[in-house]
């Protein structure tokens, strides 16, 4: 079915069938705790009946309950959800049901049957997943292109892609996935193409590895280029030479495409980052041990260790070779541990938020280094002392929950402020794209409202209590 046909499929083909529900004169409270429960952004008011007669959302929340000042437990659902409900019917056409949302700017549709009885919902992200330029379709022409030309072409449309959906109902956890599994299938496609093209006989003993936000799999539309590679001590000079030119190669095939080169030169172009695995041994011991301000980042980085390509098995002993020798040189984790406290947040000593600080233009606060960035890296020291660095932040949290560091709740707060970070960085990211602007890590707080400068001052609240924490579990106050 072409592009053009999708919009004229019933309705009922692809909408939601497993309503979560409620009544209008249920606490708010409850329902709330039902939304969070079940992971939803929604729930659809009924009457006694059951027929649908409103909904609530994340919105009204944001825009009714908290400006109002009043105690959330006095709201009954009557005094929030929205009423009249805006429905469509099974039969009617996907096309429909997108008018109806841009023209009323909402982003779900209840949908009922001719006597008006709930048979499920659509969401406008439904809607996107069912059109040609949809995640799948953009895989599919990935993994289809046969030049780096083309890459380049399907590069942009990632941007595109994401901008269109940071305006949908997808959450920020699946954009953030989404973004770093389209990034890994153009990266992997150009190893494909280049290795195909000038490179049958490259040898099997290396590894092409990715490192920083992109090893752990949370890019954003900011980013550069953070790879290495690692290869087998028993390559002949003959393999290394051709692991030197394919490197090389790809690296400027990544720049033309589209990814901006690492401004320190942290590429698998660059010999300091190309290396055999005993040579990476040698690299590692100088700085672990010697926690300077040049070596504690390299290490952060270098943790977060990913093999996108090539042997893993190589990225598996670089990561046990890592845990082996801080084992014996614990220092080195506290000094690591210490330099995340240097990222304070931007809070003033009334608890407002400050602008302008850190390199941030005026009206403006640099979320990566006000928040995202101590979390990230306290949350990785304390994985490095469980020898736990596989994933990302999330799994890590987990990890670190499982193995009784955290706290349930204090991770739950942790993984709410930091994706609620990423959530705002994106959106500013997004707004610059849209203005034609090199996007940054930086939000001009007057594009927030009220609700979100309320958020976003509790996530850099609780940046501040586990910037606490971590100097009390790593002892901090011994260091000199």
């Not at 699946?174 to 150009?190: E, F, G, P, T, Y």
């Not at 070596?295 to 990913?306: K, Q």
């Not at 958020?455 to 609240?461: D, H, T």
Request: proline share 4%; charged share 25%.
């Amino acid at each position: 079915m072409n592009d053009e046909n999708q919009f004229f499929r019933p309705v009922g083909e692809i909408c939601q069938r497993q309503v979560v529900t409620c009544r209008p004169g249920e606490g708010l409270v409850d329902v709330v705790k039902v939304m969070k429960e079940k992971n939803i952004s929604s729930v659809v008011v009924c009457d006694d009946a059951g027929a649908p007669i409103g909904i609530i959302t994340d919105r009204d929340l944001r825009n009714k309950v908290v400006p109002s000042g009043r105690d959330p437990g006095s709201f009954k659902v009557a005094d929030v959800m929205n009423s009249p409900l805006t429905t469509i019917r099974e039969e009617d056409v996907l096309y429909e049901a997108l008018y109806r949302m841009s023209r009323q700017h909402i982003h779900r549709l209840v949908v009922v049957s001719e006597d008006g009885a709930l048979n499920g919902i659509i969401t406008d992200t439904d809607i996107l997943r069912m059109q040609n330029h949809s995640p799948h379709q953009l895989v599919r022409d990935i993994e289809k292109a046969g030049t780096p030309e083309d890459l380049k072409v399907l590069h942009a449309r990632i941007q595109d892609l994401v901008v269109r959906l940071s305006g949908t109902t997808t959450g920020i956890q699946d954009l953030v996935k989404l973004i770093a599994h389209l990034n890994d299938q153009i990266l992997l496609r150009l190893i494909h193409l280049v290795r195909e093209t000038r490179f049958p006989d490259l040898p099997r003993g290396f590894a092409f590895v990715v490192m920083g936000s992109e090893g752990r799999s949370e890019q954003t539309l900011s980013t550069d280029q953070d790879n290495a590679i690692v290869y087998a001590d028993d390559l002949s000079e003959d393999d290394i030479r051709k692991i030197e030119a394919f490197s090389k190669e790809l690296i400027e095939h990544l720049i033309e495409i589209g990814v901006p080169p690492c401004p320190g030169g942290i590429m698998a172009s660059n010999p300091a980052w190309r290396r055999s695995l005993s040579g990476w041994y040698k690299e590692l011991d100088q700085w672990l041990t010697t926690p300077s301000p040049k070596n504690i980042p390299n290490v952060s980085m270098f943790a977060d260790i990913r093999t996108l390509y090539g042997d893993a098995s190589l990225e598996r002993k670089l990561k046990a070779h890592i845990y082996h020798r801080l084992a014996e040189n614990r220092l080195f984790i506290m000094r690591m541990a210490e330099n995340m406290l240097r990222f304070t947040p931007p809070l003033g000593w009334l608890g407002k938020i400050k602008t302008g600080t850190q390199g941030a233009p005026r009206g403006e606060v640099d979320l990566k280094k006000g928040g995202i960035f101590a979390l990230t890296d306290g949350i990785k020291a304390l994985a490095l002392e469980l020898n736990a660095l596989d994933g990302g932040t999330h799994q890590r949290l987990q990890a670190l929950v499982k193995q009784g560091v955290l706290k349930q709740d204090q991770a739950g707060d942790l993984q709410e402020s930091f994706d609620f970070l990423v959530l705002m960085r994106l959106r500013a990211q997004v707004r610059s794209v849209e203005q034609g602007k090199k996007p940054d890590n930086c939000a001009a707080l007057e594009q927030l409202s009220q609700m979100e400068q309320v958020k976003l001052k509790i996530a850099f609240e609780d940046v501040t209590k586990f910037q606490s924490f971590i100097s009390g579990h790593f002892n901090l106050s011994l260091l000199r």
